[in-house]
């Protein structure tokens, strides 16, 4: 089946706004971490280590308009995202803290995970994780939209 330009673009749309929502929130990890020497937990450091590597396939394969990307980013986004829903679950106590996977250094659930006085790191993270993996489900479709 004969991929129109209309589709196209549509894919290139979908893989640059992920691509930029992986490179912003690595950029924003970078901040927190090098700027405001906020040093990163041990769910936050997993975090990093699904979305870092999702900026740059993600760019890479929208400047390619490569769809082909859904099946080895998608699993990568999946996997932070059930990271970060897990350190959000920590942060609002709904998980007990004898279960914080985090031992001597940052707290998992500390108040140092919060910025701009109300918005929680973990949940931001959550929040990028999903944006991505919304974005890139339509792709595993043949048509897209």
């Known amino acids: 089946m004969q991929t129109t330009k209309n589709e196209i673009?549509?894919?290139?749309?979908?893989?640059?706004?992920?691509?930029?929502?992986?490179?912003?929130?690595?950029?924003g990890a970078l901040?927190?971490?090098?700027?405001?020497?906020?040093t990163p937990c041990l769910l936050c450091?997993?975090?990093?280590?699904?979305?870092?590597?999702?900026?740059?396939?993600?760019?890479i394969a929208s400047y390619r308009t490569d769809r082909q990307v859904v099946y080895y980013a998608l699993p990568l986004a999946v996997i932070g995202g059930c990271i970060a829903?897990?350190?959000?679950?920590?942060?609002?106590n709904f998980i007990p803290k004898t279960i914080e996977p985090c031992g001597q250094?940052?707290?998992?659930?500390?108040r140092h995970m919060i910025i701009f006085e109300h918005i929680p790191l973990p949940l931001l993270?959550?929040?990028?994780?999903?944006?991505?993996?919304?974005?890139?489900?339509p792709l595993l479709k043949r048509k897209v939209l």
């Open 85 to 92: 829903a897990y350190h959000s679950l920590l942060f609002y």
């Open 45 to 59: 450091w997993y975090q990093r280590i699904a979305m870092f590597p999702l900026a740059l396939i993600l760019m």
């Open 9 to 27: 673009e549509r894919i290139w749309l979908i893989l640059f706004v992920s691509g930029m929502v992986a490179v912003i929130s690595t950029l």
């Open 105 to 110: 250094g940052p707290s998992c659930s500390g």
């Open 31 to 38: 901040f927190i971490g090098e700027v405001m020497e906020q």
């Open 125 to 137: 993270s959550l929040a990028a994780f999903i944006s991505i993996i919304c974005l890139l489900l």
